[in-house]
Nanobody, 125 residues
Framework: VQLQASGGGLVQAGGSLRLSCAAS????????IGWFRQAPGKERDFVAA????????YYSGSVKGRVTISRDNAKDTVYLQMNSLKPEDTAVYYC???????????????????WGQGTLVTVSS
């Protein structure tokens, strides 16, 4: 199982970015795909997740209303649209996937076995 995250970059506060997570076909089916982020010196935090088969979504309270997770099963890709970005959104963003994730565990990094390499998002003030 391979995941490839992309789309990070430098953006001014208030701007937008769309991250992509391309997965191998074997990853999809009923799979939970999550986005996490990790700022320097901090723990890896949950951002959003989506169930590939149903489209059901989950969001962290810190990004809800500013972030939208979506999937294109035909392209085996999950997107994270981030709007109204703030300097505190600066972090390395990782996508993760696992078909075994249960709903009560979608926010937990340890619930996911497969991880992409991360893409850096920097928001300047």
């Amino acid at each position: 199982v391979q995941l490839q995250a992309s789309g990070g970059g430098l953006v001014q506060a208030g701007g937008s970015l769309r991250l992509s997570c391309a997965a191998s076909r074997r990853t999809f089916g009923r799979t939970v795909i999550g986005w996490f982020r990790q700022a320097p010196g901090k723990e890896r935090d949950f951002v959003a997740a989506i169930v590939s088969s149903t489209g059901r979504t989950y969001y962290s309270g810190s990004v809800k209303g500013r972030v939208t997770i979506s999937r294109d099963n035909a392209k085996d890709t999950v997107y994270l649209q981030m709007n109204s970005l703030k300097p505190e959104d600066t972090a390395v963003y990782y996508c993760a996937a696992d078909p075994r994730v249960i709903i009560s565990s979608v926010t937990r990094p340890l619930a996911y076995a497969y991880w992409g390499q991360g893409t850096l998002v920097t928001v300047s003030s």
